[in-house]
């Protein structure tokens, strides 16, 4: 009798880092749920809403612990090998409501934002297609280790951009986001299957896992 001791598929979570319900990136985050599922991952597609929580407070932590939201989402990127987040722009920068659900995750032991891999993209009804906003976004991510892909996938004129089967509209670009999440999944692939790889990052503030930090390596 032989045991299957064969990997099974990667594990996503995609979701829409936006509170409308008819947000475009919601829209996105379902069409890139798909692209990820057709290439043979495991999907788990979620919206902002099922990570309900307070604006995070120090005292409130202290006096009711952390809020079914934030476990919520630890939970679900815990079970995943990555994460995809469709993001809008804010006022050139991150919304407050995804910043606050990173601050808030990022107080649970272990933290689940480190050594993850993350891809992120956005669709705005702007010209710039809520890029400002990805960059942003990278910023608090990298500082816990999440191991950002570095394209990142900006779609302007978002309200005009999907066909009626959510594919977007315009070959070209339907054909880049796909190009863009096969090489992000295949990052991933990589980083969990061969663990013969040596893995190394750059240190960041906070940290705290070894006495030595400046020469720590993952293998």
Same mark, same amino acid.
């Given at each position: ?11 996503v ?18 069409l ?10 495991g999907?788990?597609l ?19 612990g ?5 476990l ?19 006022? *050139? $920068?991150?919304?407050? %409501?995804?910043? #606050?659900?990173?601050? +808030?995750?990022? /107080? ?6 480190? =050594? ?6 956005? *669709? $705005?009804?702007?010209? %710039?297609?809520? #890029?400002?906003?990805? +960059?942003?976004? /990278?910023?608090?991510?990298e500082h816990?280790? =999440? ?9 302007a ?10 594919r977007l509209?315009d070959p ?46 993952e293998?």
């Amino acid at each position: 009798m032989t045991t299957d001791t064969s990997p099974g598929p990667l594990r996503v979570l995609v979701f829409g880092a936006s509170l409308r319900t008819d947000s475009v990136n919601a829209r996105l985050a379902s069409l890139v749920a798909r692209l990820v599922s057709d290439s043979g991952a495991g999907v788990d597609l979620a919206l902002m809403r099922d990570f309900d929580m307070p604006m995070y407070d120090g005292d409130r932590e202290a006096a009711e612990g952390l809020p079914p939201g934030a476990l919520a989402l630890h939970d679900r990127l815990d079970r995943s090998d990555a994460f995809v987040i469709a993001s809008p722009e804010y006022n *050139a $920068s991150v919304p407050g %409501v995804l910043k #606050n659900a990173i601050d +808030w995750v990022s /107080r649970i032991r272990p933290q689940p934002f480190k =050594t993850k891999h993350a891809l992120l993209v956005s *669709a $705005s009804p702007s010209l %710039v297609g809520g #890029n400002r906003g990805l +960059w942003a976004l /990278r910023v608090p991510l990298e500082h816990l280790g =999440t191991r950002v892909y570095p394209d990142m996938f900006s779609l302007a004129d978002g309200y005009q951009a999907f066909a009626e089967d959510g594919r977007l509209a315009d070959p070209g670009l339907h054909e880049r986001l796909a190009e863009t999440v096969s090489g992000f999944l295949g990052l991933v692939e990589a980083d969990v299957r061969y663990v013969c790889l040596e893995r190394r990052w750059y240190e960041f503030l906070g940290d705290r896992t070894e006495a030595d930090v400046t020469q720590r390596a993952e293998k």
